[in-house]
């Protein structure tokens, strides 16, 4: 499939003159575009929040989530037929007197789900809670080394 | 996509934030997971609460502008307990919302 190049549309300032001064006025262009100001909703989309992560070297998958609030006696990691789970409730406050005025963070039962790969080592995982951040390391089966078969003229 | 910190290149995310507010107290509740106390920075300036934690893969930053007057003398309490940030601070009295305007005529 042939690659097809769209031309950029310029602003009338720049005039196709030379070569290397139609380069520099492009410069500026996207140094002028670079610098604007980002709208309102794309700015909101590249401060996500923080979520769930996978990660995955040579010799082991991680799982990271954030749990603030919680305990480690307060969450919950169990494998269920090759399934990871992990299970807390939210932390409990006592708001008495006070009004909510602005409400974002989630006050639903955290549970994630995670399908292990078949090559998972279920004894090995390991799984952290600091500060509010829990950390499941799982890792690889080791491979059995390759047997050698004698073969027996018959 | 995301935007990352420019000098150290981590993800820098944007905490969930709830506000409570009593007759006496604004009460500011983050979702700051990872983070320590000794890596937290708060600061208020003029209204505007500005939370801004580092953590070792990522970073949280937040600026919360307060609707109410917040008494700049008295103490402000935060802790930062298992990756949860609560801030309380006084309100100070509100000033009157109804002005008499003299007229010269």
Known sequence: ?154 | MTTTDATTQVPVFRPDVDVYTSETTVRVRADMPGVQSDALKLTLHEGVLQLDGRAAHHRFVRKIRLDWPIDAEADIEARLCEGLLTVELARAEAPPTIRRVTLRG
């Open chain 1, 1 to 154: 499939m042939r690659a097809s190049f769209r031309r950029p549309v310029l602003s009338r300032s720049v005039r196709l003159t030379h070569p290397l001064v139609e380069l520099n006025q492009l410069w500026r262009e996207l140094d002028r575009w670079a610098a604007a100001p980002l709208p309102t909703a794309r700015r909101a989309r590249l401060h996500r929040r923080a979520q769930v992560q996978h990660d995955e070297d040579a010799g082991t998958w991680t799982l990271s989530a954030p749990l603030p609030g919680r305990t480690p006696d307060e969450v919950g990691v169990t494998i269920e037929e090759g399934v990871l789970v992990v299970s807390s409730d939210p932390p409990a406050f006592d708001d008495a007197g006070f009004s909510a005025v602005h409400v974002e963070r989630s006050n639903q039962p955290g549970r994630i789900r995670w399908t292990l790969p078949p090559e998972a080592d279920l004894d090995s995982v390991q799984a952290s809670l600091t500060d509010g951040w829990l950390q499941v390391e799982v890792s690889r089966k080791t491979r059995p080394a390759p047997r050698t078969i004698s073969v027996v003229a018959g």
